[in-house]
């Protein structure tokens, strides 16, 4: 049977968006909308981002198989105290990407700062997920167009695809590069159909961001009418492939 992946998750407290995810909650939505896993990342006002990826690690230990966490901290700071705990997180807790949060962290993909954490996330092997959408500037899909020719080899994760307003950003972004990919979670329903038609279903995943998002983010994609094998694809297959999951 194909599995269903969310490829955004939360978990914890945000100052900035003032939110906060509980396990509990997670669990239960995950549960209720047959989600067989989900790619957890701090909010980006978690305040402390050690104890934040520390207590992700403590969730995936809890539910093996079922969690993988996503660093997501700052990388305006030290530039050994940020690859220190992101190569932390990929070693020691076996997380399977980095986050470029650009709005939370006010971080320009085409900057100094946003340059180290691509070329961090290629040392170590690991996808980058990047914030798209509201933020502009710094997050508009565009600016990762120039990362991902400097990093061929390197898979980029276009969160959101545009959020609705520029999802036609994101997708004229991933056709001119082969390797970014669109999670569309806050993307209009057929937007997510014309995508899926046009980059195709292996560059398509399905997340959901918030807890409550869960149902309406799978809904939209029931309602698109999908073949079997596209389901799959875009379901969980996608989220399997970028960042290696072992299931």
């Known amino acids: ?24 909650d997670l669990l239960r939505r995950m549960d ?22 520390d207590q992700i690690a403590e969730l995936c230990q809890k539910h093996p198989g079922r969690f993988f966490g996503l660093a997501s901290l700052t990388p305006h700071q030290d530039r050994d105290a940020y690859r220190g705990e992101v190569e932390r997180c990929v070693r020691q807790l076996k997380f399977v990407g980095v986050k470029i949060h650009t709005i939370g962290h006010s971080v320009n993909p085409l900057g100094e700062d946003g340059d180290f954490v691509f ?18 500037p710094f997050a508009l899909p565009a600016l990762c167009i120039p990362p991902a020719r400097k990093y061929p080899l390197l898979k980029i994760i276009l969160a959101h695809a ?14 001119e590069c082969s390797n970014l990919y669109l999670e569309t979670s806050w993307c209009i329903v057929d937007d997510i159909g014309w995508m ?4 195709g ?46 299931l």
């Not at 999802?167 to 056709?175: G, I």
């Open 32 to 53: 209720e909308n047959n989600v067989d896993a989900a790619i957890v990342q701090p909010y980006p006002g978690a305040g402390d981002a050690v104890r934040a990826h």
């Open 1 to 24: 049977m194909a599995k269903i992946i969310d490829a955004h998750a939360h978990l914890g407290k945000c100052c900035v968006f003032g939110l906060n995810n509980k396990e509990e």
């Open 201 to 246: 279903s292996q560059r398509v995943m399905m997340g959901a961001d918030l807890i409550n998002n869960i149902p309406v983010e799978i809904a939209k994609y029931k309602a698109l009418e999908l073949e079997p094998d596209v389901w799959a694809q875009v379901m969980g297959q996608t989220a399997i492939d970028v960042f290696r999951l072992p």
């Open 119 to 136: 070329s961090t996330a290629q040392e170590l092997g690991v996808p980058v997920m990047v914030h798209t959408g509201p933020g502009i």
């Open 196 to 199: 899926i038609s046009t980059v």
């Open 162 to 175: 545009g959020f609705a307003v520029f999802t036609a950003e994101a997708q004229v972004a991933a056709s």
